[in-house]
């Protein structure tokens, strides 16, 4: 997964417990990792390699100019990420194609009803 020692993380490796272990991988912003931002955008995608669960987790507030930089995110535990934002629990389940967020960045996740995969 990411390297600790590039990125200046929020949460130590003691300070990550056992909220949603068994999910896989994931892709995550380091807004969230790094900065301490929630979760405010999440969507499923097919997955990129054998341990990734397909889900993507940002702070919402990224440009493409940020995610174009690998600098700023990271490949992470799914675990890890509940540990920054447990809001996230209870959608892990949600099958590929789905997509979650919060209005204006702020108030609980919900679905996005006519999400589409973003074209890579």
């Known amino acids: 997964m990411s390297d600790p020692k590039n990125k200046p993380f929020r949460r130590r490796a003691g300070q990550i417990r ?6 896989g991988g994931c892709f995550a912003s380091k807004l969230i990792t790094c900065e301490g931002h929630k979760v405010g955008y999440m969507y499923r995608e097919e997955r990129d390699f054998s341990e990734d669960s397909g889900w993507r987790f940002l702070a ?17 535990d799914v675990n890890t990420i509940a ?7 209870p959608f892990l389940d949600a099958p590929v194609g789905t997509a ?6 702020t108030g609980p996740l919900v679905e996005i009803e006519d999400f ?4 890579d």
Not at 83 to 89: E, G, K, R, W
Not at 100 to 105: C, P, W
Not at 116 to 119: F, G, M, V, Y
């Open 18 to 23: 056992p909220l949603a272990v068994g999910h």
């Open 60 to 76: 919402g507030c990224e440009s493409d100019e940020f995610m174009d930089n690998p600098k700023n995110h990271g490949v992470y």
């Open 83 to 89: 540990n920054y934002d447990p809001d996230i629990i």
């Open 100 to 105: 979650f967020e919060r209005a204006n960045g």
């Open 116 to 119: 589409q995969l973003p074209n």
